[in-house]
């Protein structure tokens, strides 16, 4: 089911009871009068929970807030986000404008364009308003501001910077294949020892995507909307390529692991020989906490890998938008960036430009290992940027038809 279907299914069943007229929005530009408002708060963070290291970040974020600013913090755990958003435009429907359920939501990419097109966010340019806004490498990291080709428009505040990475456990598998054409020679000569997560994962679909951008007569198809190309034409290569893998595949491409985390789990039990995420600390702190061997690195493609940055949002309609924007604020702070980037804790990558930042700040972050397994920014290489969002809409449509249940 595509996410437009969702959202109008909900809207449809919840039928939820109409709200009240929504108050006015708090301003950040008067941060001391959000930091009053928002004392006493609770804050209902809808957030991806399929990786434990990640919720384990958000508690201590949640412990922060409200040591710091009396805000309490509630993870709502969801495994798709699209279902977050579908409930906020079934709560807009049923006219409720004010007390929603939801006050700030983990989002990139066809969500957040889907969220944008239906007027389901709180009013720009909040989240650029914001005081910790200003250490942002806007400049440096252009997908801070263009989400998935989608102009941010102060409606999204960054919170960390993906990179897919692949990685392979160098005592088993010397050399690990670095484009599509290696990868099923590799495959046909390893059966059973390649795989990915199955779509829509948000890693198994960003798979599609990678291979896409090989594949694909050309490449400048993927900056427009699918609608608006020949998606046929252009998905076709990747399709029959994927006709040829999957009987090569772990399971003969039967069966597909659920996300990231169960990849990351085939390879540590020996069943895989590659995995790969989004996170370009993944294998040094899988290694720091033992669940990978010392010998497993990272690599990238040839061609690049494909990146992006991930924000949190406001609906329209959030019930405590101060104690949300003092959340958003303190996710960009270098505290909570910081705490981030270590590999014991995530390892995911700073939104921020060093350059601005304290002299003791910079020395923090430059004091983090990040680990023997992890690629320096030049190793990372190129950066492929991520389609319009609604390819991997139109992708994960085609691949479910062909190969799903």
Do not use: C
Not at 99 to 105: H, M
Not at 159 to 166: C, D, E, H, K, S
Not at 346 to 351: H, K, L, Q, R, S
């Amino acid at each position: 089911m595509t996410i437009w279907k969702r959202l109008g299914a909900a809207a449809l069943v919840l039928g939820l009871a109409t709200g009240g007229a929504a108050a006015a929005d708090p301003d950040p530009k008067n941060w001391d009068a959000v930091l009053a408002e928002a004392k006493g708060e609770t804050v209902y963070w809808h957030a991806w929970a399929g990786e434990s290291r990640i919720n384990d970040y958000i508690a201590w974020v949640g412990a922060e807030v409200e040591k710091r600013f009396g805000v309490k913090l509630v993870h709502a755990k969801v495994s798709d986000t699209a279902e977050v958003v579908a409930r906020v435009l079934a709560e807009k429907t049923a006219g409720k404008t004010g007390g929603g359920s939801v006050d700030l939501v983990w989002i990139n990419g066809e969500n957040f364009a889907a969220m944008k097109r239906e007027g389901l966010l709180a009013a720009a340019p909040w989240s650029s308003a914001l005081p910790n806004y200003a250490l942002v490498d806007t400049a440096g990291k252009p997908t801070t501001t263009s989400d998935f080709t989608v102009p941010v428009d102060g409606l999204e505040a960054p919170w960390g910077m993906a990179q897919l990475v692949f990685y392979h456990d160098t005592a088993r598998t010397p050399d690990a294949p670095k484009s599509a054409q290696s990868l099923i020679d590799w495959a046909a000569a390893h059966p059973g020892r390649f795989t990915y997560p199955q779509p829509p994962d948000f890693t198994g679909s960003t798979f599609l995507k990678q291979m896409l951008y090989e594949l694909v007569p050309d490449r400048a198809m993927l900056e427009k909307p699918a609608e608006e190309t020949d998606f046929d034409a252009a998905a076709a290569p990747l399709f029959a390529y994927l006709d040829k893998l999957h009987p090569l595949m772990w399971r003969e491409g039967r069966a597909f692991p659920e996300n990231a985390s169960a990849l990351r789990t085939l390879l540590a039990d020996g069943e895989i020989e590659i995995a790969f995420s989004f996170h370009q600390t993944e294998a040094s702190t899988a290694i720091g906490k033992g669940e990978l061997p010392d010998t497993v690195r990272s690599y990238v493609m040839d061609i690049g890998t494909i990146g992006n940055t991930h924000f949190v949002a406001m609906p329209f309609n959030a019930n405590a938008k101060a104690g949300a924007m003092v959340v958003a604020d303190f996710l960009m702070s270098p505290d909570a960036q910081i705490e981030k980037q270590k590999p014991e804790v995530w390892g995911d990558f700073t939104v921020l430009d060093v350059a601005r930042l304290a002299a003791a700040d910079r020395a923090r972050l430059d004091a983090i290992d990040l680990g023997i397994a992890t690629l320096s920014p030049a190793e990372l290489g190129k950066v492929l940027p991520e389609p319009h969002p609604s390819w991997m809409v139109r992708l994960e449509e085609a691949w479910k038809k062909r190969y799903g249940a």
